[in-house]
């Protein structure tokens, strides 16, 4: 749920990197440092453990300034994957505006895949997100690695979905910047009416997303 | 249900204060001045100081970021490089994201540990509302088991009464024919004997009369008195031994209907065999033969009219078994402490599959209707109650062969 502070004067929207373990939500995150390019970069807090687990979660502040003057705050997350850390993953989802759910295209974690997605499902219902308004974009991750699940396989799965899919390696930075797009694309759509985005602060959706990327893909 | 409605603590934007929390702030204000070597201050977003005094103000002021936004400004009132200026506020930027990273993450261990400790509450309160039904279940339990005992026992006194009522029906138009029959023939004989008298009436009255012998003799020819007094004779044995055979069908299924007689009596097993055997009788049809082979047996103390219901329900399998043609044969014998009856046949036989199945309730290979599928269920528990056992061996198409083993009194 996007904040609007005391002044009016920043908008702070929150976005979740979700999945389960090791599917490179972090990775996400820091290759988002790298390649993208708006106004305001903030430097990536990492609360890991010694062995690359997220133990908490990580954040990369964002900004970008509306035509009016209005700051508006991305606050991008990441979860903990493990199973264990169920309620940190409850806090940190908790009011967010939209969510990338990193999916591992290695065709062994399709069960860890799916039982994270039905993870977020109840997860979001338990914190009182709408899941079927709640921005979503599924990314398939890893598709630099051999023994994969086939693009065709995945996009016959997510197609009856309202979902889009994004195909990405995030540790060579491919796809991450247009995961984002999409999914600025959709929160734009979400909070523009309440925030009157474009009609008071003449900020439409390519400005709004093209801000945030900054730069062609 | 967890409530969501404010903005996470770990989420919110820390003060300036609360970033340094953790810092000895006097040793961080010295260390700035010793390395920049001039006086420094440290103000809040909304530039109030908040380390260092008034005296320093007016010089270049630097802004502190933790995320995007500054945080605080670090004011330097000497004059010194650029270079030295920026290492500064990005040594003091870096301090204030590490307190920030330890602000985030105890506000957040706090949250979750609060969260799963309400959780672990919960289900802590659901336990023990659990625990209070199970205990009150448990209290509870030994009348509700009596209940049910009384249920079932009620629900079992139904099954024997209606499988009794099956029997009894299965027998009763064998029963009426049987008992029609000579009843048919009495009424027959008395209605001959009625005209007998009337005739020796005729003949009484001709003696009264005073008639002269010769016409006496004459009217003997004439009424046949010859014929009559000795067909007199025989059709009145004929009608006593028809009755006779009346009062013992109608004293054998007395025998065997009065199950419900309460209690165990001393019982001459044969006898009893012999009276099933006598109601059974109707029922045999066609090239049927019975062959009994009673052996020297002691008498049981048993409930003679359940004991008689379960040789009533073996002998009518057995009937039906055989069909029209083959042969019966019910045995006793002295075994153990008690005594071995065996009902045998030469009949159809049960198939293996079928064979552990016949003492189920309800399980019938009979056509619907033309059996409960109660009878052995119910003479299986009845030996049951008499602390005996029942035992049945077949072959298809050779025949089949029950066995009950009673001992002489009930434990």
Redesign the interface.
Known sequence: MAELDESGSKLTIKLVYYGPAMSGKTTNLMSLHDVLRPELKGEIMTLETKNDRTLFFDLLPLGIRAPSGLLIKFKLYTVPGQVAHDSTRKAVLSRADGVVFVADSQLAQGLNNAEAFENLADNAARVGLDFETLPLVVQYNKRDLPGIVAEQDVLARWTTTSWPVVFASAVSGLGVRTTFAELLRRVYRAVDAQYQLAAAHRLDEDRFVSAAVGGAD | ??V??C??E??RDFSLMELLGGVDRARLHAALETLLGCAVRLLDRDGRPVLGSAHAAGGQRLAL?????PVGYLEIAGEVAPAAAQAAAALMAMIL?TG??YL??SS??L??VK??YE?LQRRHEALTASEARYRDLAQHLEQRVAEQVQTIDQNQRQLYQAEKMASVGQLAAGVAHEINNPIGFIKSNLTTARQYSAKLAEYAAAIKAGAPPAQLQQAWRQLDLDFITEDFAALLDESIHGAERVARIVADLKDFSNIDRSGTEWTDINERIRSVCNVAATQIKGDIELVLDLGEVPRLRCDAGRIGQVLMNLLLNAIQAVADRGRIRIATRPAGDGIAITVEDNGCGIPREALSRIFDPFYTRREVGAGTGLGLTVSRDIVAAHSGRIEVQSAEGQGTTFTIYLPVEVN
């Not at chain 2, 970021?65 to 936004?69: F, G, K, S």
């Open positions: 249900m967890e969501y409605d903005i996470n770990f989420e970021a933790v995320e995007l936004e994201r920030a990273r985030m993450a957040l261990h949250h979750t969260s799963d959780e």
